[in-house]
């Protein structure tokens, strides 16, 4: 019953946004294979995480970027219903973390946004940088920018931040959605791939700390 409770909550295919997909025959497709595979067969999230050998660590980074967008999209989506302008008029994690949105173009500057309205303004930033070829190269033998794991610090900090809110907001949603073990997993496959590479900076991990 669980795994059919599951099915029918990410079924509802409430995602933010499509799906971005890999290119069947690229590098980039085979890698998100291999990685699919070893998430599957159950081994440690721990050493899912590492590089393979003989891999590019831009190309795997690029490959798990892409693929915690679009779960942590859908986790959200399925419980955007309960995140609303009333319920969270302020982006945030408990009393103690307030997020505000900066891009480099509408908000310059730090600005206070409530959780739907960041959410909504992070996946199309994320998706405007994952479609970019100029950040995140497909074709084989154009090389990634100088500055792409920054990036992708970037992207992931801020997708933490999701994870975030929804623990701290909306645990309750998630439990009665029989979502907890699906979040759970994902939250600990996330975190473990951060750590591996440090990619966020550990302050930014303190909401959750006590997780």
């Not at 990685?35 to 081994?43: P, R």
């Not at 955007?80 to 891009?103: A, F, H, N």
């Not at 310059?108 to 959780?115: G, Q």
């Not at 920018?145 to 645990?171: A, D, E, G, N, S």
């Amino acid at each position: 019953t669980m795994a059919l409770c599951l099915k029918q909550v990410f079924n509802k295919d409430k995602t933010f946004r499509p799906r971005k997909k890999f290119e069947p025959g690229t590098q980039r497709f085979e890698l998100y294979k291999k990685a699919q595979a070893s998430l599957k067969s159950g081994l440690d999230l721990k050493a899912v995480v590492q590089l393979p050998p003989g891999e590019s660590i831009n190309d795997w980074i690029a490959v798990h970027v892409v693929d915690f967008f679009n779960r942590i999209n859908l986790i959200y989506g399925t419980m955007s219903e309960y995140c609303t302008e009333r319920s969270c008029p302020i982006m945030s994690g408990g009393l103690k973390y307030e997020y505000r949105w900066q891009d480099d173009s509408k908000y310059k500057k730090p600005t206070k946004l409530s959780a739907p309205q960041y959410m909504c303004m992070l996946m199309d930033w994320i998706e405007m940088l994952i479609n970019n070829e100029d950040v995140f190269p497909t074709r084989i033998g154009v090389p990634f920018p100088k500055q792409f794991q920054q990036v992708c610090t970037k992207i992931l900090t801020r997708l933490f931040r999701v994870f975030v809110h929804v623990y701290i907001h909306h645990f309750d949603s998630i439990i009665n959605m029989g979502a907890e073990a699906h979040v759970n997993t994902c939250y600990k496959h996330f975190y473990y791939f951060i750590r591996e590479f440090s990619l966020i900076d550990h302050r930014e991990l303190e909401p959750l700390v006590r997780m």
